[in-house]
T-cell receptor, first 113, second 113 residues
C-alpha cells in the first residue's frame, strides 16, 4: 500500500527564513506528486504538482519542490517565508493506476513576524 | 463556476442520529471523494466514486454510506453518529483520468455529542 511520510509535524520560523519541508512516499512505480496548503479556517488549495519532466517544479507564492526519484522524496522549499505563509502543508501521492490520493499527516508552519 | 460546494458548514449531532452531508461540483468531474481530517492524522479517504453509479470504499469507510446517482452530486450519509465521527469532512473532485489533481470543497465541521 502507498504511504506518505511528513517528518516535520510543527515548524516555527521567523520571517525571511528559508523553508524546507520533507515528504517521502513508499511506492515503487510511477507517481503524481502534490503539495496542498490549508490556510487557517480554509479548505485545501493546490500549491504545486509534479507529473513528469523537470523534477524541479515551481508553484504559487514562490514555493518550489524537487522530486528525487532515488530517494522517493518530494520536498517543499521556499527561500524566504512570510507571515502569510502560516498554514498547514500536506504532501500527497497518486500512484499511477490507483484512483486514490494518499495524504501525509501534514506539517503546521508558523511564521513569526 | 462554483467549483465544489458542501453543506452544511457546521453541524452538531447527538449520538445515534443520522444525517447527510451534501457535496456538489459543477466541473463535470467524474471522480469524487470524501475525506475526514483529524488532528495529527492528515486526510483519510472515506469513500470515492469514479462515476455515476460507481462507488468504492476508502481507508476509513465504517459508519458511512455513499451513493452517486448523478455526476454532480456525491452525498455522504452517517447512519448512526458516534463521537468518533467528530471531524472535519472534505469533499473533492477531479478528472478521472490523467493527473488526478483534486479540487476541494470548503468542508463541514461535524461534532457528535
Amino acid at each position: 500500500a502507498q504511504s506518505v511520510s511528513q517528518h516535520n509535524h510543527h515548524v516555527i520560523l521567523s520571517e525571511a527564513a528559508s523553508l524546507e519541508l520533507g515528504c517521502n512516499y513508499s511506492y515503487g512505480g510511477t507517481v503524481n506528486l502534490f503539495w496542498y496548503v490549508q490556510y487557517p479556517g480554509q479548505h485545501l488549495q493546490l500549491l504545486l504538482k509534479y507529473f513528469s519532466g523537470d523534477p524541479l517544479v515551481k508553484g504559487i507564492k514562490g514555493f518550489e519542490a524537487e522530486f528525487i526519484k532515488s530517494k522517493f522524496s518530494f520536498n517543499l522549499r521556499k527561500p524566504s517565508v512570510q507571515w502569510s505563509d502560516t498554514a498547514e502543508y500536506f504532501c500527497a501521492v497518486n500512484a499511477w493506476g490507483f484512483q486514490k490520493l494518499v495524504f501525509g499527516t501534514g506539517t503546521r508552519l508558523l511564521v513569526s513576524p | 463556476n462554483a467549483g465544489v460546494t458542501q453543506t452544511p458548514k457546521f453541524q452538531v449531532l447527538k449520538t445515534g442520529q443520522s444525517m447527510t452531508l451534501q457535496c456538489a461540483q459543477d466541473m463535470n468531474h467524474e471522480y469524487m471523494s470524501w475525506y475526514r481530517q483529524d488532528p495529527g492524522m492528515g486526510l483519510r479517504l472515506i469513500h470515492y466514486s469514479v462515476g455515476a453509479g460507481i462507488t468504492d470504499q476508502g481507508e476509513v469507510p465504517n459508519g458511512y454510506n455513499v451513493s452517486r446517482s448523478t455526476t454532480e452530486d456525491f452525498p455522504l450519509r452517517l447512519l448512526s453518529a458516534a463521537p468518533s465521527q467528530t471531524s472535519v469532512y472534505f469533499c473533492a473532485s477531479s478528472q478521472r483520468e490523467g493527473a488526478f489533481e483534486q479540487y476541494f470543497g470548503p468542508g463541514t465541521r461535524l461534532t457528535v455529542t
